[in-house]
């Protein structure tokens, strides 16, 4: 089973800032969709951030120009640079990828759709 782990959560204060990881245990090939979620408690879990193949981003209204996602390929690793954290922005990030290519030499090449764990994130003062 292919795992996508998170990294990076923490504590911080209000305006700081934090880097996510999301690195996946076998090579990625190719993606349709990775993307960031959160959850706070007693909420429902929303989209934060999102990455197609190609590039192209979409971002939750609350973390436009806050938040930046990005990908590193030849690390198989999705980021989620979070600047200007709030109170609100307190939730478990959690790392989806959707139709990953992945592959390995005991398995080869397999598509699937993937969760992580997840990483908390405080923003407090």
């Known amino acids: 089973q292919v795992q996508l782990v998170e990294s990076g959560g923490g504590l911080v204060e209000p305006g700081g800032s934090l880097r996510l990881s999301c690195v996946a245990t076998?090579?990625?090939?190719?993606?349709?969709?990775m993307g960031w979620y959160r959850q706070a408690p007693g909420k429902q879990r929303e989209l934060v951030a999102e990455?197609?193949?190609?590039?192209?981003?979409n971002y939750h209204y609350s973390v436009r120009g806050r938040f930046t996602i990005s990908r590193d390929k030849g690390k198989s690793t999705v980021y989620l640079q979070m600047n200007n954290l709030k109170a609100e922005d307190t939730a478990v990030y959690y790392c989806?990828?959707?139709?990953?290519?992945?592959?390995?030499?005991?398995?080869?090449?397999?598509?699937?759709?993937?969760w992580g764990q997840g990483t908390q994130v405080t923003v407090f003062s």
């Open positions: 989806k990828g959707d139709r990953i290519t992945t592959y390995s030499s005991e398995f080869g090449r397999r598509t699937g759709d993937y």
């Open positions: 076998e090579r990625i090939d190719d993606i349709y969709i």
């Open positions: 990455i197609t193949s190609d590039g192209t981003t």
